[in-house]
T-cell receptor, first 108, second 114 residues
Framework: GQSLEQPSEVTAVEGAIVQINCTYQTSGFYGLSWYQQHDGGAPTFLSYNALDGLEETGRFSSFLSRSDSYGYLLLQELQMKDSASYFCAVAGNTPLVFGKGTRLSVIA | ETGVTQTPRHLVMGMTNKKSLKCEQHLGHNAMYWYKQSAKKPLELMFV???????ENNSVPSRFSPECPNSSHLFLHLHTLQPEDSALYLC?????????????FGQGTRLTVV
């Protein structure tokens, strides 16, 4: 089967850095994706890692270690608008499988 | 605009009503999904269709009935729902050139059962 684990909640201070971890078990693994969802909105795609290492896109970076079945999303210079839920998802030879999401609260 | 369109955006229905949610994508994707999301809770996978064939039914009650007439359209037929079925229902699609690496979500239908 397939499963993903990520923390349910994280709280961080505005301007700080926060890391959201994701571990997975799956077969036919292609890569790991991250999605952001604000309250009342639809999830939107943030990043995708197919290879080991760090991918940077502005304030957000995503990391993958295939040997450890582990990845993380790194958010820098946190802003209040970053308060949202963040989902990791496994891409493979089956339709996407999503984690249960991490609710990030950014406080002043 | 993600290329996935859901209608209606909001729906209020009584427990004895029958209604349908519609999802449409013209991204050439082969997989389509229905998710349920209750208030401040994670995404809950309901159904998956791959090339019009249902590949997953995540123990969803029979009062929810999906239909996928072609790879571009997905419906969720609702009948005799319960108040606890009130939630945001999200449709998504993935596939084609990028494989199943990225999903595109519609804006969802906010369903209230009264």
């Amino acid at each position: 089967g397939q499963s993903l684990e990520q923390p349910s909640e994280v709280t961080a201070v505005e301007g700080a850095i926060v890391q959201i971890n994701c571990t997975y078990q799956t077969s036919g693994f292609y890569g790991l994706s991250w999605y952001q969802q604000h309250d009342g909105g639809a999830p939107t795609f943030l990043s995708y890692n197919a290879l080991d290492g760090l991918e940077e896109t502005g304030r957000f970076s995503s990391f993958l270690s295939r040997s450890d079945s582990y990845g993380y999303l790194l958010l820098q210079e946190l802003q209040m608008k970053d308060s949202a839920s963040y989902f990791c998802a496994v891409a493979g030879n089956t339709p996407l499988v999503f984690g249960k999401g991490t609710r990030l609260s950014v406080i002043a | 605009e993600t290329g996935v369109t859901q209608t209606p955006r909001h729906l209020v229905m009584g427990m004895t009503n029958k209604k349908s949610l519609k999802c449409e994508q013209h991204l050439g994707h082969n997989a389509m999904y229905w998710y349920k999301q209750s208030a401040k809770k994670p995404l809950e996978l309901m159904f998956v269709y791959n090339f019009k064939e249902q590949t997953e039914n995540n123990s969803v009650p029979s009062r929810f009935s999906p239909e996928c007439p072609n790879s571009s359209h997905l419906f969720l037929h609702l009948h005799t729902l319960q108040p606890e079925d009130s939630a945001l229902y999200l449709c998504a699609s993935s596939g084609r050139g990028s494989g199943n690496t990225e999903a595109f979500f519609g804006q969802g239908t906010r369903l209230t059962v009264v």
